[in-house]
């Protein structure tokens, strides 16, 4: 299946709803272990991306996927905002141009992202980090698509590795940040970064699923 721009603005679209629907719970994980607010900054971060998200802006989704990186940077507060508009920013140069995108350039666009996400942040797998959601979900879809499986095979796949990876993070004590501080009393709680990462690509499925769906009729 091939994702189109206004498609594309749909899936950004969920994201920001299931960000938004969990707000509170992304701000108590980060009360527990960090400054408490990234729940609040990345709904304020995506709202923005719904408000200023334009009709012609949707025809180049490299150009899509940019433009929401620079949203991010400039209204999400924290580490997140440069983060997650470092992964967008980096995905859509992967795509720059292209006006559908395939389950293909969906790997190669998460692959970027991921590797903008240890660039700017300096983290690896294991640090108690989004990485640990993200690296998961890239290897997962990999796999998947090595196997031959169809696009929301694929992205269930990847949905169930970062929600394998959110929990992996609850036995993990910090390093980095805030919650470095914590030392073991950081243990047992999931972190917000890699909390947030599985519920975006947990929209990404759901919403592909449903335009999968929608096509068939």
Same mark, same amino acid.
């Given at each position: 299946?091939s994702?189109?721009?206004?498609?594309?603005? @749909?899936?950004?679209?969920?994201?920001?709803?299931?960000?938004? @629907?969990n707000?509170?719970?992304?701000? @108590?994980?980060? /009360?527990?272990?960090?400054?408490?607010?990234? !729940?609040?900054?990345?709904?304020?971060?995506?709202?923005?991306?719904?408000r200023?998200?334009?009709?012609?802006d949707?025809?180049?989704?490299?150009?899509v996927?940019?433009?929401?990186g620079?949203?991010?940077?400039?209204?999400?507060?924290?580490?997140?905002?440069?983060? *997650? %508009?470092?992964?967008?920013?980096? /995905? !859509?140069?992967?795509?720059?141009g292209?006006q559908?995108?395939?389950?293909?350039?969906f790997?190669?666009?998460?692959?970027?992202?991921?590797?903008?996400?240890?660039?700017?942040?300096?983290?690896?797998?294991? %640090?108690k980090?989004?990485i640990?959601a993200? @690296?998961? /979900?890239?290897?997962?879809?990999? *796999?998947?698509?090595?196997?031959?499986?169809?696009?929301?095979?694929?992205?269930?796949?990847?949905?169930?590795?970062?929600?394998?990876?959110?929990k992996?993070?609850?036995?993990?004590?910090?390093?980095?940040g +805030? /919650?470095?501080?914590?030392?073991e +009393?950081?243990?047992g709680?999931?972190?917000?970064?890699?909390?947030?990462?599985?519920?975006?690509?947990?929209?990404? *499925?759901?919403?592909? +699923?449903e335009?999968?769906?929608?096509?068939?009729?």
């Amino acid at each position: 299946m091939s994702i189109n721009g206004v498609q594309v603005r @749909e899936i950004l679209n969920s994201m920001a709803i299931l960000i938004n @629907e969990n707000v509170d719970y992304l701000t @108590e994980l980060d /009360a527990a272990i960090g400054d408490g607010d990234h !729940g609040l900054n990345l709904d304020k971060g995506f709202t923005a991306v719904r408000r200023k998200l334009k009709d012609n802006d949707l025809k180049d989704i490299g150009h899509v996927l940019k433009k929401v990186g620079m949203i991010l940077v400039s209204n999400t507060g924290g580490a997140s905002g440069s983060l *997650y %508009g470092t992964a967008f920013i980096r /995905a !859509g140069i992967t795509v720059d141009g292209k006006q559908t995108v395939d389950i293909k350039d969906f790997l190669k666009m998460l692959e970027q992202a991921l590797a903008g996400i240890k660039m700017r942040g300096r983290g690896r797998l294991g %640090g108690k980090t989004m990485i640990d959601a993200i @690296e998961p /979900a890239v290897n997962a879809l990999r *796999y998947s698509i090595s196997k031959g499986l169809d696009s929301i095979h694929s992205l269930e796949n990847v949905k169930n590795a970062a929600f394998i990876g959110v929990k992996s993070t609850e036995s993990i004590i910090c390093k980095n940040g +805030k /919650a470095s501080y914590l030392g073991e +009393k950081s243990i047992g709680y999931p972190d917000p970064g890699a909390v947030s990462s599985y519920l975006m690509l947990k929209a990404i *499925y759901k919403k592909v +699923k449903e335009l999968c769906v929608v096509e068939k009729i």
